[in-house]
């Protein structure tokens, strides 16, 4: 039987539910727009494998910020109604037939990157559940990544069009122009048009920083800042080699 596994970004989607809710204290009413949410998803994807991967609220910045002291240094904190109900959610979610998993010592985008290539690897199809783009680096002819709340598929194309480059070339063209939402700096002066242009020049940071072919103008940005992007470049790589602790097995979809 062939598997369709689907990862749920989990609060990726619960915060995006949260927000839109008009009383942020009503945790019952985001745990039911949750649900008929999670119903929709369960329908339209049919998977016959599912899980929902849940950041833990007390861990630190992980090992990024090891490497980047910086690195979401200025995150807003989860409404304090919002983590008293995570609970509340993972149990209905239970109740519909979807685990979770809490991640501890590594980010919850590793943990789904690590699943998600995986199974991936083995032929086997994979949806992620996100809205977030770091998921696009992973793609491959079984691993996808639906927007639920755009109704769009974030693919190659999509790739192409929001960044103009290929999706295997993603965690450089972070490493160059780096992502302010994570106060990941990159390269100063670096923004997305000149990293879209170095990147179709070149496959990857290295072999830029290695060409007698760079641009001149370009030139003395990666000599000053070389190290920083290769950080930055790390920093936005997906980890695929977490140590998950279960097998496909346990997070079998029972639709009885």
Same mark, same amino acid.
């Given at each position: 039987m062939s598997i369709h596994l689907v990862i749920i970004? *989990?609060?990726?989607? &619960?915060?995006r539910v949260h927000s839109a809710q008009p009383d942020p204290t009503d945790i019952t009413r985001t745990i039911e727009t949750t649900k008929r949410t999670l119903h929709r998803i369960l329908s339209e994807s049919a998977p016959t494998h599912i899980i929902a991967v849940f950041d833990h609220h007390l861990q630190d910045r992980g090992w990024r910020a090891k490497l980047l002291p910086k690195?979401?240094?200025?995150r807003k904190p989860m409404p304090e109604p919002l983590q008293q109900g995570l609970d509340s959610i993972q149990e209905a979610w239970w109740e519909l037939g979807i685990d979770s998993l809490l991640s501890e010592g590594d980010e919850a985008d590793d943990l789904v990157a690590t699943l998600a290539v995986k199974v991936a690897q083995h032929g086997e199809t994979v949806t992620i559940v996100s809205t977030d783009k770091g998921y696009c680096q992973l793609l491959a002819p079984t691993l996808q990544i639906r927007d639920y709340f755009q109704h769009r598929w974030l693919d190659a194309t999509f790739v192409?069009?929001?960044?103009? @480059?290929?999706?295997s070339q993603l965690s450089?063209?972070?490493?160059? %122009?780096? @992502?302010?939402?994570s106060q990941v700096t990159g390269i100063p002066g670096i923004g997305p048009k000149a *990293?879209?242009? &170095?990147?179709?020049q070149f496959s990857n940071i290295e072999e830029a920083y290695r060409s007698d072919e760079l641009a001149e103008k370009y030139r003395k940005k990666f000599d000053e800042h070389i190290e920083l992007a290769r950080v930055c470049k790390q920093i936005s790589s997906?980890? %695929?080699d977490v140590q998950l602790g279960f097998n496909l097995q346990d997070i079998r979809?029972? %639709?009885?």
């Open positions: 970004d *989990a609060l990726n989607l &619960i915060r690195y979401k240094q200025n192409e069009k929001e960044f103009g @480059v290929k999706p450089d063209y972070w490493g160059l %122009t780096g @992502v302010s939402s *990293a879209k242009e &170095i990147l179709n997906l980890k %695929t979809y029972n %639709t009885n």
